[in-house]
Antibody, heavy 120, light 107 residues
């Protein structure tokens, strides 16, 4: 059974940093793209960042470019999102999501999400 | 960037009704269009990929259609468990944008 478990959410002040982690199991982690998608309270889904298998390609949504860094450790089946210079508008549930087979960027399995709240 | 729109933003229909949600891209996305269902308090679930392919385990009352810039998700016979918000997503190129969502409930 595919499972994705996020950790690392919490409360941060504007300008501070947080690091999210996601551990995958039940599939060959290294062969899939991995992704972060967020959802602000009561709002829709917003793609944040993606990393291909082998870390060959890394992509960011414009509003997080230069502030967030995605990385993966295939030996640990782990995905990370380092979030710096946090803003109030980064407040959201952050979902870790597996990319579809073939390094595609639609998402077939999702974690339960980690809540990030940015507030002074 | 390519913009994604959905219509309607919400709808209310009776059990057994045929329901269609549309999604439009501002440019051709080569059919790299996915549909997701998010029930209240749950994580999103992939329903359709490449515009019309049904994801494994998804009931056959769900279907996708369209090509180029105009796409649709159809529920052939609405069931109470289909109450949810439905999102389209383009994934041909970055950014992998989601549509704003369509909220479906039972009349």
């Amino acid at each position: 059974e595919v499972q994705l478990v996020e950790s690392g959410g919490g409360l941060a002040k504007p300008g501070e940093s947080l690091k999210l982690s996601c551990v995958g199991s039940g599939f060959t982690f290294s062969t899939y793209s991995m992704n972060w998608v967020r959802q602000a309270p009561g709002k829709g889904l917003e793609w944040v960042s993606s990393i291909s298998s082998g870390s060959t390609y890394i992509y960011y949504e414009d509003s997080v470019k230069g502030r967030f860094t995605i990385s993966r450790d295939d030996a640990k089946n782990s995905l990370s999102l380092q979030m710096n210079s946090l803003r109030a508008e980064d407040t959201a549930i952050y979902y870790c999501a597996r990319g579809f087979w073939g390094n595609r960027y639609n998402f077939d399995f999702w974690g339960q999400g980690a809540l990030v709240t940015v507030s002074s | 960037d390519i913009q994604m729109t959905q219509s309607p933003s919400s709808l209310s229909a009776s059990v057994g009704d045929r329901v269609t949600i549309t999604c439009r891209a501002s440019q051709d996305i080569n059919n790299y269009l996915a549909w997701y269902q998010q029930k209240p308090g749950e994580v999103p679930k992939l329903l359709i990929y490449v515009a019309y392919n049904l994801q494994s385990g998804v009931p056959s009352r769900f279907s996708g259609s369209g090509s180029g810039t105009d796409f649709a998700l159809t529920i052939s016979s609405l069931q109470p468990e289909d109450v949810a918000t439905y999102y389209c997503q383009k994934y041909d190129s970055v950014p992998f944008t989601f549509g704003p969502g369509t909220k479906v409930d039972i009349k």
